[in-house]
């Protein structure tokens, strides 16, 4: 796994009103400009949390993911937004934030227009199933073509089970019926295909080292949650893989 960098947030360029989160370009102190996602906003750290962990597997795969950074933001630094609500997410979101470094040129990936490789769509779909993304559809592709390649964005939407987390383990177990609804679906393979290639990257020992990566703020967020209850959850949720595979595949036959 990469070393993840930390830069400190220097300039707030404009916001991405599409993101319900109201993410936005900043540029950081390294030069690069970033897409900014706030602590402050509705879901707090825990979409953070899933953004991360969503981005790290998905890089395991082989997919094309933007270089991930945690993000300082100092006091005081929305003082100046005209925007009231920008300036309350600005000074909600104080400290460590995500960013994403902002592929600049980029187009949102539109499934009727833009062509994929079978295998590449299998894997972002077992990806979904696997992390319960509800937020991969023809509406929502958060996909984006960027020199002519297919990028991977915003796991923000997954693991929801950190809402609620009482019952965990019947969570980790569960297919996941939302899968229907993905874009790529109808373009893929069946997930078994690519299921033992997978299972084989995201040992018990990568998913304790993404686990170790989430900063300590974020975690500590919510008393409810833990770096155990994210290790645990991540690999019961990989012993079950056979029970979302079979749901995907199933809605998979209906569309093909």
């Given at each position: 796994?990469?070393?993840?960098?930390?830069?400190n947030i220097t300039r707030y360029v404009t916001p991405l009103r599409?993101?319900?989160?109201?993410?936005?370009?900043?540029?950081?102190?390294?030069?690069?400009?970033?897409?900014?996602?706030?602590?402050?906003?509705?879901?707090?750290?825990?979409?953070?949390?899933?953004?991360?962990?969503?981005?790290?597997?998905?890089?395991?795969?082989?997919?094309?993911?933007?270089?991930?950074?945690?993000?300082?933001?100092?006091?005081?630094?929305?003082?100046?937004?005209?925007?009231?609500?920008?300036?309350?997410?600005?000074?909600?979101?104080?400290?460590?934030?995500?960013?994403?470094?902002?592929?600049?040129?980029?187009?949102?990936?539109?499934?009727?227009?833009?062509?994929?490789?079978?295998?590449?769509?299998?894997?972002?779909?077992?990806?979904?199933?696997?992390?319960?993304?509800?937020?991969?559809?023809?509406?929502?592709?958060?996909?984006?073509?960027?020199?002519?390649?297919?990028?991977?964005?915003?796991?923000?939407?997954?693991?929801?089970?950190?809402?609620?987390?009482?019952?965990?383990?019947?969570?980790?177990?569960?297919?996941?019926?939302?899968?229907?609804?993905?874009?790529?679906?109808?373009?893929?393979?069946?997930?078994?295909?690519?299921?033992?290639?997978?299972?084989?990257?995201?040992?018990?020992?990568?998913?304790?080292?993404?686990?170790?990566?989430?900063?300590?703020?974020?975690?500590?967020?919510?008393?409810?949650?833990?770096?155990?209850?994210?290790?645990?959850?991540?690999?019961?949720?990989?012993?079950?893989?056979?029970?979302?595979?079979?749901?995907?595949?199933?809605?998979?036959?209906?569309?093909?």
């Open positions: 796994m990469p070393q993840i960098r930390t830069v599409e993101g319900g989160s109201l993410p936005a370009i900043v540029e950081a102190d390294d030069g690069f400009l970033y897409v900014l996602k706030f602590k402050g906003a509705g879901q707090g750290a825990k979409a953070l949390i899933s953004d991360f962990i969503g981005a790290e597997m998905a890089r395991e795969m082989g997919l094309k993911v933007p270089e991930v950074v945690f993000a300082e933001l100092s006091e005081g630094f929305g003082r100046t937004e005209p925007d009231e609500e920008i300036q309350d997410l600005l000074q909600f979101s104080t400290g460590l934030n995500l960013g994403l470094h902002y592929l600049s040129g980029s187009i949102t990936f539109d499934a009727v227009v833009n062509d994929i490789d079978a295998l590449l769509a299998t894997k972002i779909v077992w990806l979904d199933a696997f992390l319960m993304n509800i937020d991969r559809t023809a509406r929502n592709t958060n996909m984006l073509i960027w020199h002519k390649e297919l990028w991977v964005i915003d796991h923000g939407a997954s693991l929801y089970f950190h809402h609620n987390p009482e019952n965990w383990e019947e969570q980790a177990a569960k297919p996941f019926q939302q899968i229907q609804d993905h874009v790529l679906l109808k373009k893929s393979a069946p997930l078994s295909e690519v299921n033992d290639t997978i299972l084989q990257k995201f040992t018990p020992e990568f998913i304790d080292k993404i686990v170790d990566l989430i900063p300590e703020v974020w975690i500590s967020s919510d008393p409810l949650i833990s770096r155990d209850l994210y290790r645990d959850f991540l690999k019961l949720r990989l012993k079950n893989s056979s029970k979302f595979i079979s749901e995907a595949e199933n809605a998979r036959e209906k569309l093909v």
